[in-house]
């Protein structure tokens, strides 16, 4: 920890010299204000939150000026092996769907990763994403900042075939509000592919960083899920331990052993479980 604050000290410094440390220690207070000085509240669909959560203004701050300078690893490399276990999972389950031509939306796309790899595929890409993507004239390779710039134009677009997200709902303030904006887009029979932290196991071990079930705010996430809010939705449950500081990952048998949770659910169980709300 300590060793990523200094890190963070000399990127501001070769960024903006001592006026650029004054803004780092300054931006510093605003994360520690906006998480870490809250508490956690269970929700009974099945994931703990941030209580009270940030207002969209303090999540639009974090983001834009702050997020990936603690994740600057991502962004300089246009592919991870998460990215390469992805596809590989994705093959073995919705293989039908990987097709020429399908439609897949990377939603919080960060450094793009899958998204180049689904392009080579010939697949049509759209990411979704405030920060910058490279694309290098990539055809059939889409840009949007929020969800809602697509929706703008989505009458151009056919409907999505694979909605994809990783490690990006657990900073999203309201998952139901997610689940209903992305339910507009999908096609009847689209697939949606999301994974999480893992928040709730027996098995908590020194090196474990997720929060939630431990009662601890963990970064700047916001919803520390558990496979209970999956099961409402009659998503298939997939559990995985992260190995190798993120170059291997293994599927366990339960929640207990599981670094992360991978879920795919039907557009239609989307569907039929929003009307609830």
């Given at each position: 920890m300590a060793l990523d604050k200094l890190?963070?000290?000399?990127?501001?410094?070769?960024?903006?010299?001592?006026?650029?440390?004054?803004?780092?220690?300054?931006?510093?207070?605003?994360?520690?204000?906006?998480?870490?000085?809250?508490?956690?509240?269970?929700?009974?669909?099945?994931?703990?939150?941030?209580?009270?959560?940030?207002?969209?203004?303090?999540?639009?701050k974090f983001y834009s000026q702050i997020y990936w300078v603690s994740n600057q690893y991502y962004k300089s490399n246009l592919l991870i092996p998460r990215d390469l276990d992805h596809v590989f999972f994705?093959?073995?389950?919705?293989?039908?769907?990987?097709?020429?031509?399908?439609?897949?939306?990377?939603?919080?796309?960060?450094?793009?990763g899958i998204s180049y790899l689904m392009a080579a595929k010939?697949?049509?890409?759209?990411?979704?994403e405030p920060s910058t993507i490279f694309s290098a004239n990539i055809e059939n390779f889409s840009n949007f900042n929020k969800i809602e710039n697509f929706f703008e134009v989505s009458n151009d677009y056919p409907k999505i075939d694979i909605l994809y997200s990783s490690?990006?709902?657990?900073?999203?303030?309201?998952?139901?509000?997610?689940?209903?904006?992305?339910?507009?887009?999908?096609?009847?029979?689209?697939?949606?592919?999301?994974e999480v932290p893992n928040c709730r196991k027996s098995n908590?071990?020194?090196?474990?960083?997720?929060?939630g079930c431990d009662g601890k705010i963990t970064g700047s996430?916001?919803?520390?899920f558990t496979k209970d809010f999956f099961e409402n939705l009659n998503s298939k449950i997939y559990f995985f331990k992260e190995q190798e500081s993120g170059n291997k990952y293994t599927e366990v048998d339960n929640e207990d052993e599981a670094d992360c949770i991978r879920v795919i659910i039907t557009a239609e169980n989307i569907k039929n479980w929003i009307k609830k709300f």
């Open positions: 890190r963070k000290y000399l990127f501001h410094l070769r960024k903006g010299g001592i006026k650029g440390i004054i803004k780092f220690i300054k931006l510093n207070k605003f994360e520690e204000k906006i998480f870490r000085k809250k508490k956690l509240k269970w929700n009974s669909l099945g994931y703990w939150q941030v209580d009270p959560m940030p207002t969209e203004d303090e999540l639009l994705l093959e073995n389950r919705i293989s039908n769907k990987m097709i020429k031509n399908s439609n897949f939306m990377n939603f919080g796309a960060g450094h793009g010939k697949m049509n890409v759209i990411n979704i490690h990006v709902v657990e900073h999203l303030a309201d998952p139901i509000n997610f689940f209903k904006k992305i339910s507009k887009i999908l096609d009847k029979d689209a697939k949606v592919f999301i908590i071990t020194k090196d474990y960083v997720e929060g996430h916001l919803v520390y």
